[in-house]
């Protein structure tokens, strides 16, 4: 509106756990396929990526980072239709995870572990584990965000 805010539509559960269901089983296919071409410098910048969300000092920088982490995983995945799938399906589900944020203030141990995980399965080139270590993360992920989801619309100022 006129004020520079916006309202977040209202959303059922089963909508938004459809879509994390849907976003599990993609983002698990490209970690599994990025596995096979993980690379020493790939690794390296996931784990900066990965300290940097440890590190974050508010949800901006946070948010940042961890979007910058799991896109280089897709991309390295070499497949972009299946980018631009999971990109949209972010989209989605964006605004209500940072709604569940707000309302936790819980931004950094949520991922730790299963990150670790991920990176770890990729330096091995461990299709299987970073398949398993992505679906993980995503449960978790998915579990956090239903548990703290409004069903009624979000007035929020845009900024």
């Given at each position: 509106?006129?004020?520079?805010?916006?309202?977040?539509?209202?959303?059922?559960?089963?909508?938004?756990?459809?879509?994390?269901?849907?976003?599990?089983?993609?983002?698990?296919?490209?970690a599994a396929h990025a596995?096979?071409?993980?690379?020493?410098?790939?690794?390296?910048?996931?784990?900066?990526?990965?300290?940097?969300?440890?590190?974050?000092?508010?949800?901006?920088?946070?948010?940042?980072?961890?979007?910058?982490?799991?896109?280089?995983?897709?991309?390295?995945?070499?497949?972009?239709?299946?980018?631009?799938?999971?990109?949209?399906?972010?989209?989605?589900?964006?605004p209500y995870l940072i709604?569940?944020?707000?309302?936790?203030?819980?931004?950094?141990?949520?991922?730790?572990?299963?990150?670790?995980?991920?990176?770890?399965?990729?330096?091995?080139?461990?299709?299987?584990?970073?398949?398993?270590?992505?679906?993980?993360?995503?449960?978790?992920?998915?579990?956090?965000?239903?548990?703290?989801?409004?069903?009624?619309?979000?007035?929020r100022a845009a900024g």
């Amino acid at each position: 509106d006129e004020s520079g805010s916006f309202a977040l539509p209202s959303c059922s559960h089963e909508h938004v756990r459809e879509i994390l269901l849907i976003r599990r089983e993609l983002e698990s296919m490209a970690a599994a396929h990025a596995a096979k071409r993980a690379t020493r410098p790939f690794i390296s910048e996931l784990e900066s990526l990965r300290d940097l969300q440890r590190n974050a000092e508010n949800y901006r920088t946070w948010t940042a980072a961890n979007h910058a982490f799991h896109f280089q995983i897709y991309e390295a995945a070499n497949m972009p239709a299946l980018v631009d799938i999971i990109d949209e399906l972010w989209r989605e589900t964006g605004p209500y995870l940072i709604e569940a944020m707000d309302a936790a203030c819980a931004s950094n141990s949520l991922l730790r572990q299963e990150q670790d995980k991920i990176i770890s399965a990729l330096h091995t080139k461990n299709a299987r584990a970073a398949r398993a270590a992505m679906a993980d993360e995503l449960d978790g992920l998915s579990a956090f965000i239903l548990s703290n989801l409004r069903t009624e619309p979000l007035h929020r100022a845009a900024g």
